[in-house]
C-alpha cells in the first residue's frame, strides 16, 4: 500500500465512524426527545428560565457532525483538491517559464557569441583583402616600372642603333665625296681600298674627338 492510500485509508474510515456517530446521535437525540427521557433534568432549568431540550441539542448535534462531513466530502474536499492542483499546476507553469527563461537567456549568450565571432571573422577578412589589394598594387607597379625599364632600355639601343647606323652611312657617303673630290683635283682614280682605309681611319678620329 501507498502512502497516498495510507492516508486515504484512515481518512474515509473517520468519516464513516463520523458520520454513523451523528446518526446514533440524531436518532438517540430524537427519540429521547419524543419519549421525555430528559424531563426530569429540563424542568427544574425551565423553572429557573433555563428551557433547554436535551434531546433536541443531542440530535442537533449529530446532524451537525452529518452536515459537516458531507459538506466536507461534496465541498471542502473538492475544493481543496482544486485548489492543490491549481498550486500544482502554477508551479508547473511558473517552472517551465523559468525554465524558458534560462534556455532564451542561453540562446541570447550563443547568440551574441557566434555575433561577435562573425564580427571578428569579417574584420580579419576585410584586412586580409585589404592587404592583398595593396599587395597586387605594389606587385602591379613594380611590374609597370620594370616595363617601363624595359622598353626604355629598349628605345635606347634601338636609338644607338640607329646612331651607329646613321653614323656608318654618313662616314660611306663622306668618304665617297672625299674620294671623288680627290679624284677630280688629282685627275686620277684614287678609289682604291687603301685611299677608303685611310679616310675611314681618319673620320673615325674626328668622331672619336668629337
Known amino acids: ?16 465512524g463520523m458520520i454513523v456517530f451523528g446518526a446514533i446521535l440524531m436518532v ?18 425551565a423553572d429557573q ?54 534556455e532564451m537567456t542561453q540562446l541570447k549568450s550563443d547568440y551574441e557569441k557566434r555575433l561577435t ?15 592583398e589589394a595593396q599587395d597586387l598594387k605594389k606587385e602591379l607597379m613594380a611590374d609597370a616600372q620594370r616595363k617601363a625599364e624595359e622598353y626604355k632600355q629598349q628605345a635606347i639601343a634601338e636609338i644607338e642603333s640607329e646612331k651607329r647606323k646613321a653614323l656608318t652611312d654618313l662616314r660611306v657617303h663622306v668618304t665617297n665625296l672625299s674620294l671623288q673630290a680627290t679624284e677630280k683635283l688629282l685627275t686620277e682614280n684614287v678609289d682604291n681600298d687603301r685611299n677608303r682605309r685611310i679616310i675611314d681611319d681618319f673620320l673615325a678620329t674626328v668622331e672619336v674627338k668629337n
Open 117 to 131: 565571432e562573425t564580427e571578428a571573422n569579417a574584420r580579419e577578412q576585410i584586412q586580409a583583402q585589404i592587404k
Open 49 to 102: 428560565g433555563i428551557p433547554l431540550a436535551f434531546g433536541k441539542t443531542i440530535a442537533s448535534f449529530g446532524v451537525l457532525l452529518i452536515l459537516f462531513k458531507v459538506l466536507h466530502i461534496f465541498f471542502f474536499a473538492p475544493l481543496d483538491e482544486a485548489i492543490t492542483n491549481r498550486t500544482k499546476e502554477l508551479e508547473h507553469t511558473f517552472g517551465e517559464a523559468e525554465s524558458l527563461r534560462s
Open 28 to 45: 438517540a437525540g430524537f427519540w429521547a426527545y419524543t419519549n421525555g427521557s430528559f424531563k426530569a433534568v429540563e424542568g427544574p432549568l
Open 1 to 16: 500500500m501507498s502512502q497516498i492510500e495510507a492516508k486515504q485509508g484512515p481518512s474515509a474510515t473517520s468519516i464513516i
